[in-house]
């Protein structure tokens, strides 16, 4: 425990130092919420405001993806600069390493989420979540942030170059894309539907925006809360078994 929070410490620096790691994080979501509520949202039956209520919980899921992508970015670099083969050569824990690394990325994107909240309600948006709902809005998301940056620090370790791990990262990015973020389910063709009822982040968003709207919790949040640890999981192991191989001339 100790060690990692030497890394987390070291992710943090970093962060502070490196400010346009948040402002990448943030600037994607920002614009995708201003077109699809500005634009696309007086097109819809909803009109803009009840859109706009819609449309949050897909926004700060898209934050996540944003905001964890960035870590598959650092990841790569690090190795490429050799850090990573010095860590295992210094008498630390070698999950320690990696374990920094996915709790700043957790806390990042906590305050990008809460970032984007704020700028939603200067929009307009006033949720009815209750103190449960809020602790729930919060769980998920930073449940989704751990379980998405173990898979991206995996992705980050199994590329060659940073610019490999840019685009190994874009699955995370792209899913909460094809989910009910932006449009309910049942107004999409049969294949598409298919793929976005049964894909990780559908659950996800259906689950924050039952909490942000106030309603009790259905199966979406056991979907979801299933979904995130299976992410997790599978990305600590490949993680692991990635950062204690032999290491290899980049």
């Known amino acids: 425990m100790r060690d990692a929070l030497t890394m987390l410490r070291r992710d943090l620096r970093h962060n502070r130092r490196n400010p346009s790691t948040m402002f990448g994080a943030l600037i994607a979501p920002i614009l995708m919420l201003l077109m699809f509520v500005y634009i696309f949202g007086g097109a819809t039956t909803l009109g803009t405001s009840a859109y706009l209520a819609y449309v949050v919980p897909g926004i700060l899921v898209l934050c996540v993806g944003y905001s964890v992508g960035q870590t598959a970015v650092a990841v790569a670099t690090d190795m490429n600069e050799g850090i990573i083969n010095r860590f295992r050569t210094m008498g630390i824990s070698r999950a320690a390493v990696l374990t920094g690394r996915v709790l700043g990325t957790v806390l990042r994107t906590l305050l990008c989420v809460l970032l984007i909240l704020l700028l939603t309600l200067a ?83 259906e689950s924050l925006r039952e909490a942000l709207n106030g309603a009790p919790a259905g199966s979406h949040l056991w979907w979801a809360l299933g979904w995130t640890a299976a992410m997790a999981i599978a990305g600590y192991l490949w993680s692991r078994a990635r950062f204690t191989r032999p290491p290899t001339p980049r």
């Open 123 to 205: 929009m307009g948006y006033r949720p009815h979540a209750t103190l449960t709902g809020w602790l729930t809005v919060t769980g998920v998301v930073a449940l989704s942030a751990f379980a998405a940056a173990w898979l991206t620090t995996a992705m980050g370790l199994s590329v060659r170059t940073v610019v490999a791990a840019s685009y190994a990262a874009l699955p995370i990015t792209l899913l909460p894309i094809l989910s009910s973020a932006f449009a309910p389910t049942q107004h999409m063709s049969a294949g598409v539907r298919a793929f976005t009822e049964h894909q990780p982040y559908t659950p996800i968003i």
